[in-house]
């Protein structure tokens, strides 16, 4: 598995969470623009993201550090944090 | 280390971690995470509605700071105007308050038709319109003796029972002062009688306030005994959590336990309270050093209601460390929606002991 294939992987399993979790609508992991500004233009907020953030880390096996997330504004910051703590 | 070896070993610590789908994994939790998550959506403002009152307390937020002395627009239109505004950016709850907006009561009408979800804090000397249909706190500071000294005003209780026995907008505010602690069991009682809700605030030292009312170490064990013992007694009338007492009657404030997110406690503006809050004074300007939900209070002293209300819900990544510090936050949440939202329903409290605010002694300490 190539390191450019593991961020896919993470950032289309981020946006799978982020769907499930928070009930977006219109907008599937594979459409999900990984570059989006998340809380400009999803509207989402600190909780949201802290409860994405709780799922992720179950899935991942890995922490986020509490005053990380509220800056992990895209699906590919997030996916690159992750990637990063598990290296 | 690859990434499957690293996954195990975390997930073997002997120093347990908790996974949040081993934290959520009992039905009674689980549902109560369900109920809770879905007022994610709230993202408040508040507003000032006018800079006059019908009576002068003691150690007023309001009339200690420097807002008083501004414009007081009481213009609909222009209101109208702010909140089709304040909806445009987001807001999707309101808290009317100061310095008395029971006095402004074309203004209600407005902000209630433009944004639905909200909140009046008033002192309830006057009857709110049933169709501005907000939870209205009505605040209380001891019985009528101690409303008399420190508020002017006679019969006080009275007068807010009589204004709003049977108005389920209607939940009585007790604020705890170093003085009138033992009081609240006649209020608590009475207002129980008349089949009121009730629920606690704790004073909070406006900026320079150095007078009696100030909270004391001892003040705040006493206030901590007869806020678990209420809501042992009146569980249906007073909507309160023993994680709620702790937070706020805690040796160190709001600010300190928790890292306050309003703004003028924290620069951030990348997401939360820090993006979004605004508190809006009555010439509709706002300031973002002075925005918080009580701008004039001494944040080193703070240990107010509505501040808990986000400041401690804020923190759920914190909080979900463990089943029990997890439950406490669920208890706080279910309380604060039940306080704040019209027709939301607490239910019974799910942690009924003391758990210490998560990494208090750690955080203090550095």
């Known amino acids: 598995m190539t390191a450019e294939t593991t961020t896919n992987d ?45 799922v992720l880390q179950d899935e991942y096996g890995m922490r986020f550090d509490e005053d ?10 997030i996916a690159e944090y992750i990637k990063k703590e598990l290296s | 280390m690859d990434i499957a070896k690293k996954q195990n070993s975390f997930r073997n610590n002997e120093d347990r971690r908790w996974k949040f789908s081993e934290i959520i994994a009992d039905p009674v939790v689980h549902e109560r995470w369900e109920k809770v998550r879905k007022f994610f959506f709230l993202r408040e403002s508040t507003y000032d509605m006018s800079n006059h009152c019908n009576i002068q307390c003691e150690g ?54 433009e944004i639905p979800l909200g909140c009046i804090a008033s002192n309830g000397l006057s009857q709110i319109s049933p169709s501005v249909d907000y939870n209205i706190h009505i605040s209380v500071w001891g019985n009528d003796e101690t409303s008399l000294r420190v508020r002017k005003a006679k019969n006080m209780l009275q007068r807010q029972v009589r204004n709003y026995r049977n108005d389920p907008r ?54 901590r005994e007869a806020m678990l013992k209420l809501i042992t007694d009146y569980p249906k009338n007073v909507l309160f959590s023993h994680y709620n007492a702790v937070a706020h009657t805690h040796k160190f404030g709001l600010h300190a336990l928790y890292d306050c997110p309003y703004p003028r ?72 929606l039940a306080i704040w939202v019209r027709g939301y329903e607490q239910g019974e409290n799910l942690c009924n002991h ?3 605010p998560p990494k208090a002694e750690t955080r203090i300490r550095n």
């Open chain 1, 10 to 54: 993470i950032i289309n399993r981020v946006a799978h969470v982020m769907i499930e979790e928070l009930k977006l609508e219109d907008v599937t992991p594979e459409t999900f623009d990984p570059d989006i500004d998340l809380v400009d233009e999803i509207g989402i907020d600190s909780m949201d993201l802290a409860t994405v953030a709780l």
């Open chain 2, 265 to 336: 406690m924290n620069p951030s503006t990348d997401i939360g309270l820090g993006r979004s809050f605004r508190q809006y004074r009555t010439d509709l300007t706002w300031d973002r050093n002075m925005s918080c939900c009580v701008p004039d209070t001494d944040c080193s002293d703070c240990r107010h209601y509505a501040a808990g209300s986000a400041v401690v819900t804020a923190k759920l990544f914190r909080h979900a460390s463990d089943p029990e510090t997890f439950k406490a936050w669920l208890d706080y949440v279910d309380a604060y």
């Open chain 2, 170 to 223: 209607a939940i009585f505010v007790y604020t705890f002062t170093r003085e009138n602690i033992d009081e609240i069991f006649e209020v608590a009682r009475f207002l129980k009688e008349n089949d009121c809700k009730l629920t606690f605030n704790m004073f909070s030292a406006p900026t320079g306030y150095d007078g009696n009312l100030r909270h004391t170490e001892a003040s705040l064990a006493n206030t």
């Open chain 2, 354 to 356: 003391i758990v210490s």
């Open chain 2, 60 to 113: 007023c937020y309001y009339f200690k700071g420097d807002k008083q002395f501004v414009e007081e627009i009481q213009d609909p239109l222009l209101w109208q105007e702010l909140m089709k505004n304040e909806k445009k950016r987001g807001i999707t709850y309101v808290v009317l308050a100061g310095a008395e907006p029971s006095l402004a009561p074309a203004l209600l009408e407005v902000c209630y038709k």
């Open chain 1, 68 to 77: 990380d997330y509220p800056k992990l504004t895209t699906i590919r910051l």
